[in-house]
């Protein structure tokens, strides 16, 4: 199965949240055979975020049985009850190195809003976790639906 055929640099300086960013990575350019998928969903019934914390929304433990594989990572995030005027972002990391996160735009304050967020990842051979997290800026908001995938490919 081919996931994507690029060439691609992940490349980002920056420090968020307390997080140091991944190194830059290249991707090889070629065909990816998935190996391996870890898929998982919820519904956090309207749990309280706390503003201004990295709250920690799913977590996986996967395996890379290549010298080398790539992670295609994605998640979705639903959330409510915000102010307006305060963002909010998906970030993911993999054993504790910030992939990037994306904000989202502005915290609603009487509606839903779903986010997304795609990345890659390349990680040696061994196992890795995976985690997904929600940040808001203050005040308090709600989460309500959430998904993730972790595809593993090789190379």
């Known amino acids: 199965m081919k996931l994507f055929r690029s060439l691609a640099t992940l490349a980002v300086a920056a420090t968020i949240h307390g997080h ?35 709250t920690t929304v799913d977590a996986a433990t996967i395996s890379c049985p290549q010298a ?27 054993d504790g190195q910030n992939v990037g996160p994306q904000w989202q735009g502005f915290l609603p304050t009487n509606y839903y809003l779903t986010g997304n967020w795609q990345g890659k990842y390349v990680v040696a051979k061994g196992t890795h976790t995976v985690t997904f997290q929600i940040f808001g800026e203050a005040p308090d908001f709600l989460l309500d639906s959430w998904s993730d995938v972790v595809t593993i490919t090789t190379p």
């Open 20 to 54: 140091a960013l991944a190194s830059p990575q290249k991707l090889l350019a070629g065909e990816h055979k998935v190996i391996g998928m870890y898929i998982n969903s919820g519904n956090a019934n309207q749990q309280v975020i706390a503003g201004g914390v990295d």
């Open 68 to 94: 080398t594989c790539t992670l295609a990572l994605s998640a979705m995030q639903e959330v409510e009850d915000g102010n307006g005027t305060n963002e909010w972002q998906i970030i993911a990391l993999v």
